[in-house]
């Protein structure tokens, strides 16, 4: 069976859940193969088999995790030599360089924003911030191919993969960035915004960064993570790492609550492929209503405590 290599997306000791997306799909597109780049697999290991690749491939000298991201590329570029029928990465944006970079070296095509593949290796990617769905195929090379989180549904298959020792030979290229401090991101209580499976955003209609405790209040109800549109990000109501759009994070969650966002198009470019989208506005004419699975016309400060009340009730 051809053999699908899958860059598994991890830190700090944690393997992103888009990995186990990845795991999922390359599954249904032959043999999934996992390649785990720096020290730690072993406390990763069982999660990983959970989802049931073949083989993983471990190259975990730490000298590869010192540099930027270059000894990725080139680890994978070492592996896709046996013959790789396609490689899977997150279309996150470390994901997307390591792509671009990688199809350059292997002069092959890459496809990002992807979000579903079928068993020819075409796929479904949404371009032009989202507004259009095309299909595509890399027709040069091994296909390099950038998902996006949240895009594909889970699906575990618990096994034993064979494990593969793999030691890289960095070139002096991969060693021109060199990483010389770390600082782990104080982490909240919440799910990372990406990854999320609900987000609650809230824009200018929110008023004021004290305003914002109305959509955490929401969010925390839900189990949910916080976005902003950039409005209220470029306003300093809350910082610009939780922007959603087209200049900030690409979310794709299950359920996306918009309070008090217009529905400009760089937002939607970040949204719009969510699977259920409400919106809170208080103007009826609100582009964003265009784009709705549930539109709620009205005051936010007036909807949003309501919604909170009742879902707290149902816990
Ligand atoms: C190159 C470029 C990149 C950009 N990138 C991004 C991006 O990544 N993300 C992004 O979001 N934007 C981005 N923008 C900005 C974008 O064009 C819009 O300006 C922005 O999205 C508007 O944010 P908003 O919807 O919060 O504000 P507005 O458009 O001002 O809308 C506020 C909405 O709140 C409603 N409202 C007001 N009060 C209430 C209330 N009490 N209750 C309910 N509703 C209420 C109003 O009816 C209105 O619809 C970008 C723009 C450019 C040019």
Redo the contacts with the bound molecule.
Sequence with gaps: MAEILVLVDHADGEVKKVTFELLTLARSLGEASAVWIGPGYEAAADKIAQYGPAKVYVADDAELTGYVVAPKVETLQQLAANGAAAILVPATAEGKEIAGRLAVRLDSGVLTDVVGVNGDLVAEHSIFGGGVIAHAKVTKGTPIIAVRPNAIALEAAPGSPAVEQVSVALSDAAKAAKITDRVVQEKGERPDLTEASIVVSG???V?GAENFKVIEGLADSLGAAVGA????TDAGWYPHQF??????KTVSPQLYIA?????????R??MQTSKTIIA????PE?P?FELVDYGVV????QVVPQLTEEITKRK
């Design positions: 824009g200018r209609g008023g549109s950039r409005a209220a922007q959603v759009g087209q200049t900030g309070a008090g966002i217009s529905g400009a198009i760089q937002h470019a970040g809170i506005n208080k103007d609100a964003i009205g005051d936010l400060f």
